[in-house]
C-alpha cells in the first residue's frame, strides 16, 4: 500500500523548501483573513493583519491627493503614536507632491526605506527606519508605512506580498468612497474652460471678458479648481491640468 506523504514531505519532493511552505501557507491564511475583513470587519482589522504577517509593529495608511499642509487630513489608518503621525504625515505628503511622475511609476509596490527624523520620538524598541509601499486606488496613491522592531531581520518576499495585498484590500474597502469624492471632486465645465485660459496666459480679467461673466465669478472657478485639485498656485493647477491632459 502507497505511503501517504506528509504535506511537509510533498513539499519537498516538488522543490518547495520548508520556508516557502510555511509563507504560502500563512499567505493562505491572511488572504482568507482579508476577505472576512472586507465583509464586515473593516480596514483597520485587515491592516493589523497585513503589519503581523510582515512582522512589522505599526500600520500608517496615507492618501496623497491632499495637500502638504492638511496633514492629518490624509490619514486613512493608523496605530502609529499620534505624534509620530502629526510629525512626518506632512512631511510625507511633500515629498510625494515633489516626486516626478515617472519617479510615482517606478516606486509603485516597490518598499523603499527611510529614517524618522532625529527630533521624532519613537517607541522603545522601536527602529527609526520605516517602510513605504505605493499603491494605487482608483486615481488615488496611497502609502502604507510601516514600523519595525529593532535589529529585526525583514523578509523581502513577505514585504512584497504585503504590497500588493494591501493595494488589493484598500480598494474593496475604500473605492466606493473615493469614487464618491472623485465625482465631487470632478472639474466642471466652466472649470476647465478657465484652466485653459488660465495655460494660455490670460488674467481673470481678461478671462472674464473671453466668457462674458464677472471677473469675481472667475476668480472663484480657479478658487474651485486648485481646492478639487490640491494645488496652491494657478502654475500648479496648470501643471496638474497638463499631467491631466486637460489642457
Same mark, same amino acid.
Given at each position: 500500500?502507497? $505511503?501517504i506523504?506528509?504535506?511537509?514531505?510533498?513539499?519537498?519532493?516538488y522543490?518547495?523548501?520548508?520556508?516557502? %511552505?510555511?509563507?504560502?501557507?500563512?499567505?493562505?491564511?491572511?488572504?482568507?483573513?482579508? %476577505?472576512?475583513?472586507?465583509?464586515?470587519?473593516?480596514?483597520?482589522?485587515?491592516?493589523?493583519?497585513?503589519?503581523?504577517?510582515?512582522?512589522?509593529?505599526?500600520?500608517?495608511?496615507?492618501?496623497?491627493?491632499?495637500?502638504?499642509?492638511?496633514?492629518?487630513?490624509?490619514?486613512?489608518a493608523?496605530?502609529?503614536?499620534?505624534?509620530?503621525?502629526?510629525?512626518?504625515?506632512?512631511?510625507?505628503?511633500?515629498?510625494?507632491?515633489?516626486?516626478?511622475?515617472?519617479?510615482?511609476c517606478?516606486?509603485?509596490?516597490?518598499?523603499?526605506?527611510?529614517?524618522?527624523?532625529?527630533?521624532?520620538?519613537?517607541?522603545? %524598541?522601536?527602529?527609526?527606519?520605516?517602510?513605504?509601499?505605493?499603491?494605487?486606488?482608483?486615481?488615488?496613491?496611497?502609502?502604507?508605512?510601516?514600523?519595525?522592531?529593532?535589529?529585526?531581520?525583514?523578509?523581502?518576499?513577505?514585504?512584497r506580498?504585503?504590497?500588493?495585498?494591501?493595494?488589493?484590500?484598500?480598494?474593496?474597502?475604500?473605492? %466606493?468612497?473615493?469614487?464618491?469624492?472623485?465625482?465631487?471632486?470632478?472639474?466642471?465645465?466652466?472649470?476647465?474652460?478657465?484652466?485653459?485660459?488660465?495655460?494660455e496666459?490670460?488674467?481673470?480679467?481678461?478671462?472674464?471678458?473671453?466668457l462674458?461673466?464677472?471677473?469675481?465669478?472667475?476668480?472663484?472657478?480657479?478658487?474651485?479648481?486648485?481646492?478639487?485639485?490640491?494645488?496652491? $498656485?494657478?502654475s500648479?493647477?496648470?501643471?496638474?491640468?497638463?499631467?491631466?491632459?486637460?489642457?
Amino acid at each position: 500500500m502507497e $505511503t501517504i506523504r506528509s504535506d511537509a514531505a510533498a513539499r519537498e519532493s516538488y522543490g518547495f523548501s520548508a520556508e516557502v %511552505g510555511e509563507r504560502k501557507s500563512a499567505r493562505a491564511l491572511l488572504v482568507q483573513h482579508l %476577505g472576512r475583513c472586507t465583509g464586515h470587519a473593516g480596514l483597520s482589522p485587515g491592516l493589523r493583519a497585513l503589519t503581523d504577517y510582515v512582522s512589522a509593529s505599526h500600520f500608517l495608511l496615507l492618501r496623497h491627493d491632499v495637500m502638504p499642509e492638511a496633514g492629518l487630513e490624509s490619514v486613512v489608518a493608523s496605530d502609529w503614536p499620534f505624534d509620530m503621525v502629526r510629525a512626518i504625515a506632512g512631511a510625507i505628503l511633500a515629498g510625494q507632491s515633489r516626486m516626478s511622475e515617472l519617479d510615482k511609476c517606478l516606486t509603485l509596490l516597490k518598499p523603499c526605506f527611510s529614517h524618522l527624523a532625529d527630533d521624532i520620538a519613537v517607541p522603545k %524598541g522601536i527602529s527609526r527606519e520605516y517602510c513605504t509601499i505605493a499603491f494605487h486606488v482608483g486615481r488615488v496613491r496611497m502609502s502604507l508605512l510601516l514600523l519595525f522592531p529593532e535589529h529585526f531581520i525583514l523578509s523581502q518576499s513577505k514585504l512584497r506580498d504585503v504590497g500588493v495585498m494591501t493595494g488589493y484590500f484598500a480598494s474593496v474597502c475604500c473605492q %466606493g468612497a473615493f469614487l464618491r469624492q472623485d465625482r465631487e471632486m470632478e472639474l466642471t465645465e466652466r472649470e476647465v474652460e478657465c484652466l485653459y485660459w488660465i495655460a494660455e496666459g490670460k488674467t481673470s480679467d481678461e478671462i472674464a471678458v473671453i466668457l462674458g461673466i464677472s471677473r469675481n465669478t472667475i476668480n472663484n472657478y480657479i478658487t474651485s479648481v486648485m481646492r478639487k485639485t490640491a494645488t496652491k $498656485t494657478r502654475s500648479e493647477a496648470i501643471a496638474w491640468a497638463v499631467r491631466n491632459n486637460l489642457v
